[in-house]
């Protein structure tokens, strides 16, 4: 073999693995983008688990008005909606709001609520401690029932936010079931 | 050649002139849009002073250095000087229009505190439009007829840009707009209200609008969804504080006699 | 040389093969692995591919003719726009420039061909499977893709015809083309330039094909996995871009412009190579500024790899992130600028005559900057809420694209096909191609401006009144463009069988100076089979003082 096809080998495989790496990389992205969701709020995506406050003091001088908003995804044959249509809230302050919810599809049924936080700049500093949208719900054919969320506003929030949209949007997930046990933490069944 | 290329040019111009109507962004009624208005226009005079500049040396240099006119080339092809300043100049242009560009979005995502919530959920193909506070909640969907759009009937003059349940806002009032969709992904659009938010399934996104003149604005879905994309206009009717408690009065006393 | 050479003959054998002639009838078309075949293979796919999405875009037009049903149900009308553009990046500008680059590379810095002479024939031959794969979809019970030739999710995915799966194993294989031939040409520019070609005696069009292969290399497997994750959302459960499964529709957005902004400067760089070798030429003046167009040209495709969140400003990004992507965009105006000034600066005092080539290239330099002006504009994110989405884009990118690659892929067929032929063409004809493809071509895309700024939204089949008149302008206008193309291809066919024109000698154009015009025309089937010597490589490097 000469040494031009030698070298030409070389780069090939080289290029070949940069290839590869790249199609990794857009694989990467997934785990990355929600990453940067977190951290930054993009598009109002929030944590998908528990935020800790520990450390946090309360800031009486300010109060922040948090709307909660439901939408049931595809005419879903749900009651989904919060028990307050909003809550006034100091930044390092925890509140509790719960959301009703009842199962009129005529048969047991799993959902999952996905959180969303408007504007996006205040997505990162509204936290929740426990929240239903951490796991899929089952619900029982006509069972009701009232989901919490423990929630703060980090104090280091932009002063010039002062209403927050806290958003779920309720899904059947009967095609993504997670394999875990039939999570009702917190729930107070009615 | 010249000649053709100045006709052209200039036939150009004169069918522009004749279709005046809608050559332009709309200044519209928001503030928010004014602003943008403001910085298109700021910008598109940027890009003429640049455009005219390039184009002028480019012309000249087209008329003067022909070969059929006995041009001779100057054989040079490297200024460091001339590089460095055609770096810098428009990179100072870019820092000019930077600024004004960010202070208008600045404004566009203050979300001070406003006057009423409307929440707006996009659908294959009509939107819904919920009032959180007055707890109204309606569909909108387009009110031309099948037969304009196959052409069997005399198309109206709001032809495709018509609804039965138009959105009604008060004037004057800070109008916060929470977007979502239930199914695809939609964008609410009115150019006038210089709003343009995308409706994302299980998100939602806020915008918000100001507006000062009542009237009637339409708009269209700005995101390609389907078949009907063309088909979910958006039309606006803002309308004065006193006449928006009247229709909401009206509205949920109609929907009070429906239900019962 | 017959697939039973490549297969029998050892590889340092492979020499010897070279000074065989082509091979007769088909079989030199389906198993050549030479590059100027291989070159013609992709110019002539990309050409009929042409007329295809030409036609498409016509019918469009038509459709738009005015308000109410002209011709086609939505359905069709949707379909029409995604294969239109589709087939345009994927099928016309994408080969015909790996066929620009298969011809001219080797030629241009005295190689004998490419690297990966048999990779190069698979590399093409994936493509006219993935065309018919494709195409196919028409054929199928459901509606072809009809969701854009950026295919957002979930209307791509959830809500798309099943036919949706042929779509996306014929991007597999557009992509797999791509990167093997980006490969090969990497791989050949590294290792196969003559001794005496060193980096910076490169002409532009090698120089700027090097950095375009790099962001092949670096953005086409993203988009393979960009619909490899559209095809496990469709059918093996996962859920990616699905809110329901904890997926995203908007990182699919963020995966789709990762590949798709980089993706349009793929489109424009080879062009702007082929623009730094017609300019100089018709100017009879060395580039102006031939290190500050290489480092334009790299600075340019670094910056178009964090730019591509400004197609999705209206997403709801926060504000910190709309800043930075603004700005970075606003940036590679400045490199672009760059080119824009030197090209005219190459112009200025030279000596300029007006063959079909330099006039093309000069359409190029005044609707490139046009465009890049209004690109400036749309960059603005507050401006860019109005514009999103609706006919100023469209107008936008026809004035990038159609100058920035289609004109300049006409202007390097002009210049080069006397090399490639052996023959001139008709320049009586050709100025007449150029004069009514830039007439129509104004005509359809600057009204498009103002229905953009007035309201009209892009992919709708049908609109409101108050935007009849600037549409029918518009149809008008694509009209004469599409008829233009059918000179050009009497040109051409004429040119390649005719022989009524005068032969070409082997310089061609006066001014010209390059490696490629050292050789006979039309080009023998086998050049610098010995690497051309350090003479002959300065002599053809005019920015060597």
């Known amino acids: 073999m000469s040494n031009h096809q030698k070298s030409h080998k070389r780069l090939t495989l080289i290029l070949v693995c940069g290839v590869l790496l790249m199609f990794g990389f857009a694989y990467m992205l997934v785990p990355l983008y929600k990453l940067i969701c977190q951290k930054e709020g993009i598009n109002g995506r929030s944590g998908a688990t528990a935020s800790s406050m520990a450390g946090l003091s309360i800031d009486t001088t300010r109060t922040i008005k948090v709307t909660f908003l439901t939408t049931l995804h595809q005419h879903l044959p749900f009651t989904f909606k919060p028990v307050k249509p909003f809550l006034l809230i100091h930044p390092g302050e925890r509140k509790l709001i719960y959301f009703y919810a009842e199962n009129k599809t005529g048969h047991d049924m799993t959902v999952q609520a996905v959180p969303s936080i408007t504007p996006g700049d205040a997505a990162r500093f509204l936290k929740k401690t426990e929240c239903f949208c951490f796991t899929q719900q089952y619900f029982f054919k006509g069972e009701k029932a009232d989901m919490p969320v423990y929630f703060f506003v980090d104090p280091a929030i932009p002063s010039s936010i002062k209403e927050i949209t806290l958003s779920y949007t309720l899904f059947d997930v009967g095609d993504f079931l997670k394999k875990q046990q039939h999570f009702t933490k917190g729930r107070i069944d009615l | 050649m010249r000649r053709i290329f100045l006709f052209v040019l200039t036939s150009f111009f004169a069918i522009a002139a004749l279709a005046t109507p809608g050559i332009?962004?709309?200044?519209?009624?928001?503030?928010?849009?004014?602003?943008?208005?403001?910085?298109?226009?700021?910008?598109?005079?940027?890009?003429?002073?640049?455009?005219?500049?390039?184009?002028?040396?480019?012309?000249?240099?087209?008329?003067?250095?022909?070969?059929?006119?006995?041009?001779?080339?100057?054989?040079?092809?490297?200024?460091?000087?001339?590089?460095?300043?055609?770096?810098?100049?428009?990179?100072?242009?870019?820092?000019?229009?930077?600024?004004?560009a960010t202070i208008v979005l600045s404004h566009i995502h203050n979300t001070d505190q406003s006057g009423l919530t409307v929440k707006i959920t996009g659908y294959q193909w009509r939107w819904k439009y919920e009032y959180l506070d007055q707890n109204i909640s309606f569909f909108s969907d387009l009110s031309t007829t099948q037969d304009q759009i196959n052409n069997k009937a005399a198309k109206s003059p709001w032809f495709l840009l018509e609804v039965d349940h138009p959105l009604v806002v008060p004037v004057h009032t800070k109008v916060r707009l929470l977007v979502t969709a239930d199914d695809v992904i939609h964008a609410w659009w009115v150019p006038e209200l210089g709003v343009k938010q995308d409706a994302i399934p299980g998100f939602v996104n806020e915008n918000w609008m100001m507006i000062e003149k009542t009237g009637t604005y339409r708009g269209q879905c700005g995101e390609l969804c389907g078949l009907n994309h063309a088909f979910m206009p958006i039309v606006v009717e803002a309308v004065s504080p006193s006449d928006f408690a009247k229709w909401v009065t009206a509205h949920q006393a109609r929907v009070k006699g429906d239900h019962s | 040389?017959?697939?039973?050479?490549?297969?029998?003959?050892?590889?340092?054998?492979?020499?010897?093969?070279?000074?065989?002639?082509?091979?007769?009838?088909?079989?030199?078309?389906?198993?050549?692995?030479?590059?100027?075949?291989?070159?013609?293979?992709?110019?002539?796919?990309?050409?009929?591919?042409?007329?295809?999405?030409?036609?498409?875009?016509?019918?469009?037009?038509?459709?738009?003719?005015?308000?109410?049903?002209?011709?086609?149900?939505?359905?069709?009308?949707?379909?029409?726009?995604?294969?239109?553009?589709?087939?345009?990046?994927?099928?016309?500008?994408?080969?015909?420039?790996?066929?620009?680059?298969?011809?001219?590379?080797?030629?241009?810095?005295?190689?004998?061909?490419?690297?990966?002479?048999?990779?190069?024939?698979?590399?093409?031959?994936?493509?006219?499977?993935?065309?018919?794969?494709?195409?196919?979809?028409?054929?199928?019970?459901?509606?072809?893709?009809?969701?854009?030739?950026?295919?957002?999710?979930?209307?791509?995915?959830?809500?798309?015809?099943?036919?949706?799966?042929?779509?996306?194993?014929?991007?597999?294989?557009?992509?797999?083309?791509?990167?093997?031939?980006?490969?090969?040409?990497?791989?050949?520019?590294?290792?196969?330039?003559?001794?005496?070609?060193?980096?910076?005696?490169?002409?532009?069009?090698?120089?700027?094909?090097?950095?375009?292969?790099?962001?092949?290399?670096?953005?086409?497997?993203?988009?393979?996995?960009?619909?490899?994750?559209?095809?496990?959302?469709?059918?093996?459960?996962?859920?990616?871009?699905?809110?329901?499964?904890?997926?995203?529709?908007?990182?699919?957005?963020?995966?789709f412009w990762f590949f798709g902004h980089p993706e349009v400067y793929i489109l424009i760089l080879p062009g702007f190579g082929v623009i730094s070798s017609i300019i100089p030429t018709f100017s009879r003046k060395p580039l102006f500024g031939y290190h500050a167009m290489v480092y334009a040209t790299v600075i340019?495709?670094?910056?178009?790899?964090?730019?591509?969140?400004?197609?999705?400003?209206?997403?709801?990004?926060?504000?910190?992130?709309?800043?930075?992507?603004?700005?970075?965009?606003?940036?590679?105006?400045?490199?672009?600028?760059?080119?824009?000034?030197?090209?005219?600066?190459?112009?200025?005092?030279?000596?300029?005559?007006?063959?079909?080539?330099?006039?093309?290239?000069?359409?190029?330099?005044?609707?490139?900057?046009?465009?890049?002006l209004s690109g400036l504009m749309i960059s603005l994110v507050p401006s860019d809420y109005q514009y999103r989405d609706s006919y100023f884009i469209v107008a936008h990118f026809h004035y990038v694209l159609v100058s920035g690659s289609l004109f300049t892929i006409i202007a390097a067929v002009y210049y080069w096909l006397p090399k490639w032929t052996g023959r001139m063409y008709s320049e009586r004809l050709g100025q007449w191609h150029f004069w009514l493809t830039t007439i129509g071509m104004n005509v359809t895309f600057m009204p498009m401006h103002f229905l953009g700024l007035a309201g009209m939204p892009r992919r709708i089949p049908d609109y409101a009144l108050q935007f009849t008149d600037f549409n029918q302008i518009c149809t008008v206008g694509a009209f004469i463009f599409g008829f233009a193309q059918l000179i050009f291809l009497y040109i051409v066919v004429m040119s390649c069988f005719s022989k009524r024109f005068p032969a070409a000698t082997s310089q061609v154009w006066e001014g010209a100076h390059g490696l490629e015009w050292t050789i006979p025309s039309p080009a023998p089937y086998h050049t610098f089979e010995t690497p051309p010597d350090l003479a002959t490589v300065n002599a053809a490097a005019p920015q060597l003082e």
Request: glycine letters at 8%; aromatic letters at 14%; proline letters at 5%.
């Open chain 2, 24 to 100: 332009n962004m709309p200044v519209g009624v928001t503030p928010v849009s004014q602003e943008i208005y403001r910085l298109h226009m700021a910008a598109f005079y940027v890009c003429c002073v640049i455009g005219a500049g390039v184009f002028g040396v480019l012309i000249y240099s087209l008329i003067a250095f022909r070969k059929s006119k006995g041009a001779k080339a100057v054989h040079f092809h490297e200024h460091l000087g001339l590089e460095i300043v055609w770096t810098t100049i428009p990179f100072l242009i870019l820092v000019a229009l930077a600024i004004p």
């Open chain 3, 1 to 255: 040389m017959t697939d039973q050479h490549i297969a029998t003959q050892d590889n340092d054998h492979h020499d010897h093969d070279s000074h065989h002639g082509p091979a007769k009838g088909w079989r030199r078309w389906l198993f050549t692995t030479n590059h100027k075949d291989i070159g013609t293979l992709y110019l002539t796919l990309s050409f009929i591919l042409m007329f295809v999405a030409g036609t498409m875009a016509l019918l469009v037009r038509t459709e738009l003719f005015e308000p109410g049903k002209v011709l086609l149900n939505p359905e069709f009308f949707n379909q029409m726009t995604t294969f239109h553009g589709l087939i345009m990046v994927f099928g016309v500008i994408m080969p015909a420039m790996a066929g620009l680059a298969n011809w001219m590379i080797p030629m241009m810095i005295g190689a004998q061909d490419m690297a990966l002479p048999r990779l190069n024939n698979w590399s093409f031959w994936l493509l006219p499977f993935a065309f018919t794969m494709l195409m196919s979809t028409f054929l199928m019970s459901g509606n072809a893709p009809d969701f854009g030739w950026t295919f957002y999710a979930p209307l791509s995915t959830t809500y798309a015809p099943k036919s949706t799966d042929f779509f996306i194993f014929s991007v597999h294989l557009m992509g797999l083309s791509s990167i093997l031939a980006a490969l090969n040409i990497v791989v050949t520019i590294f290792n196969m330039r003559a001794p005496a070609m060193t980096w910076m005696k490169l002409p532009m069009f090698v120089w700027s094909w090097l950095v375009t292969a790099f962001l092949l290399l670096a953005v086409m497997p993203v988009l393979a996995g960009c619909v490899t994750m559209m095809l496990m959302d469709r059918h093996f459960g996962t859920s990616f871009f699905n809110a329901a499964g904890g997926g995203d529709p908007v990182l699919f957005q963020h995966v």
């Open chain 3, 300 to 372: 340019i495709a670094l910056l178009g790899l964090v730019v591509w969140v400004h197609h999705m400003f209206t997403t709801g990004a926060p504000m910190d992130a709309q800043l930075f992507f603004m700005y970075a965009t606003m940036l590679i105006s400045v490199p672009t600028g760059i080119k824009v000034f030197n090209w005219t600066a190459t112009i200025f005092k030279g000596s300029l005559s007006f063959e079909t080539p330099m006039l093309f290239a000069l359409g190029f330099l005044v609707m490139f900057t046009i465009g890049g």
